[in-house]
């Protein structure tokens, strides 16, 4: 059974950084590619960025240059350097694998923005 779970989220003030980690278990996790949702209260959940099995990534346009997202197939973990964070970044950060027909996702990890 595949699990994902994140880590790494938490309050951070405008302008600081956070890592999320995701960490998956259960199929060969180097086919597939992951990304990094987020959800804000009262809004519809969007892609922040993915990275395929082959390496290439791409953001939504509001974290470029400021969000990386990068992944260690040996260690089967994805992560997601925010640096530059603002108030509307602040959401439930989800981590997703995708590809071949699957579509899995895990709990979610809280990131807020605030002074």
């Known amino acids: 059974q595949v699990q994902l779970v994140e880590s790494g989220g938490g309050l951070v003030q405008p302008g600081g950084s956070l890592r999320l980690s995701c960490a998956a278990s259960g199929n060969i996790f180097s086919i597939y590619h992951m990304s990094w949702y987020r959800q804000a209260p009262g809004k519809q959940r969007e892609l922040v960025a993915r990275i395929t099995s082959g390496g290439s990534t791409n953001y939504v346009d509001s974290v470029k240059g400021r969000f990386t997202i990068s992944r260690d197939n040996a260690k089967r973990m994805v992560y997601l350097q925010m640096n530059s964070l603002k108030p509307e970044d602040t959401a439930v950060y989800y981590c997703?694998?995708?590809?071949?027909?699957?579509?899995?996702w895990g709990q979610g990890t809280q990131v807020t923005v605030s002074s």
């Open positions: 997703n694998q995708g590809g071949f027909g699957v579509d899995y």
